[in-house]
């Protein structure tokens, strides 16, 4: 199982949002839905064998949705699908635990903290090992959206692993793809 997660810095955590505003009003919500796009999309199937997870905390409490390959249901290739999953579940309430919003998307209360001390997750910076030149790779991969990791998010991550996907920095979305390009190409291999 390939899981990524990426830390919506600004992201709304309140269902209330426009669907035609996901830039504006809901916190840059529309980078994270192409994280889930690129996460799953295939030309004419889903990656089944990924899970998305998206670290929301643009609200009064941090939120956490996971997205599941395996279940998903009622998910399009454009940001609008996607956006609408994430306005689902976030109807469903966050307990500290994850509750099952819809198919393939579960919610609970908490962060970044609380995802880190459950899976151990390698995080993608162009400072890291070069994915095309390390030996093996890590199934677990943190990411940024449009802003830098926070000081407190840094001291959670400092001793994690790091990767590169290449020498510059690139969209969250666009990393997925090459990430995900680069074990196809070794499971190719195989």
């Known amino acids: 199982m390939l899981r990524f997660a990426v830390v919506g810095h600004k992201a709304t955590t309140e269902p ?58 009622s998910l399009n290739p454009d940001e609008r699908s996607a956006g609408a999953l994430i306005k689902k579940g976030l109807t469903k309430e966050a307990t500290s635990s994850f509750q099952k919003a819809a198919d393939g998307i579960h919610i609970r209360a908490g962060g970044l903290a609380e995802l880190l001390a459950e899976i151990p997750f390698a995080v993608l910076d162009e400072n890291g090992e070069d994915i095309r030149t390390a030996e093996t790779l890590p199934e677990n991969f943190l990411l ?47």
């Open 16 to 73: 209330t949002f426009s669907l035609n505003d996901m830039p504006g009003g809901a916190g840059r919500l529309d980078i994270l839905c192409r994280c889930i796009n690129s996460s799953f999309f295939l030309s004419h199937d889903l990656r089944r064998d990924v899970e998305c997870f998206l670290i929301l905390k643009g609200g009064e409490q941090e939120k956490t949705l996971r997205f599941a390959g395996e279940t998903i249901r």
């Open 144 to 190: 940024s959206d449009h802003m830098n990791f926070t000081e407190e998010e840094m001291e959670l991550i400092k001793d994690l692993p790091k990767y590169s996907v290449g020498p510059r920095v690139l969209h969250a979305d666009h990393t997925i793809t090459i990430l995900l390009n680069e074990f196809d190409r070794r499971a190719a291999h195989e």
